[in-house]
């Protein structure tokens, strides 16, 4: 089998990884160009390119997938399939070139969780489980017919940077058996119910702003689902307040009072301890940063902040 491989970040490493460790032949990998990172704006590459430059494997670059010169080089590579994983979305210019068909790794298990963010999704909504699909590509994004999945369990504190290098690894193994389905010739899509299908669209800033009049449990599952990026938000006595991780959720009838305070308003913030009211119980917070500090764990940030019961965020 002669593969083109298609990935940039780390996620589709050990995907990478495991097939150059098989017996078939990866002829080319394409990933993105170059482009400049952080403050300096140093040129860096993608982690996939790293590989292709240590194992000497032809690379690809394309800054526009339709650009006929690409479509060309790529077709006279006489590819039998192309394995997509982290990559753009191809257009059927390209996805048709290959004798068998081009195939994607998503994190999720499809129908459910269509889109660019499903691992943060997930544990958002509160699942007990995710996992990884393959699918044959077609012009609608996430929507080809499903070859193999593989579930993997979320626990009740995983945030989205623990759960994350999870899929990846299981992903490996499912598309070596991918590729080995379609080498002999036993790739039998499975078209997907659109009826059970949920969105995972990207997730931007104004999308991360915690709502305390929510449930602490839904609170909860949000913050984690974010974590660590793209970080879900809070307002301190103006200022941004960043959470990471939550902890020692409890009812309201735990700390017998009467009546809760307003959502938001913390009812404990001593020691160990910063606990804010939720819509229906309290949360407890356990890793923040404060706009221009450091992230650090609540004792920490207590010890140096001036925070007291009856303070609000907002």
Known sequence: MRIVFMGSP??????????????????SIVTVPDKPQGRGQRVEHSPIKTIALQKSIPLLQPADLRDPEFIARLT????????????????????????????NLHASLLPKYRGPAPINWAIINGESETGVTTFFLREQVDTGSVILQARVRIGEDETAGELHDKPPRVGAEIVFQTVRLIELGKAQGREQDNSQATRAPKIFKNDCRIDWTAPASRIHDFIRGLSPTPCAWTMQAEKVMRIYRTIGIASPNSRDRTASPPPGTVVTAGG???IVQAGEGVIGVAELQQEGRKRMSAAEFLRGYRLNPGDSFV
């Open 10 to 27: 780390e996620f589709a490493i050990p995907s990478l990884e495991r097939l150059l460790e098989s017996h078939y032949s990866v002829v």
């Open 76 to 103: 006279a590579l006489r590819p039998d399939v192309f394995v997509v994983v982290a990559f753009r979305i191809l257009p059927s210019a390209l996805f048709s070139i290959p004798t068998h068909g081009s195939f």
């Open 272 to 274: 160990n301890e910063l």
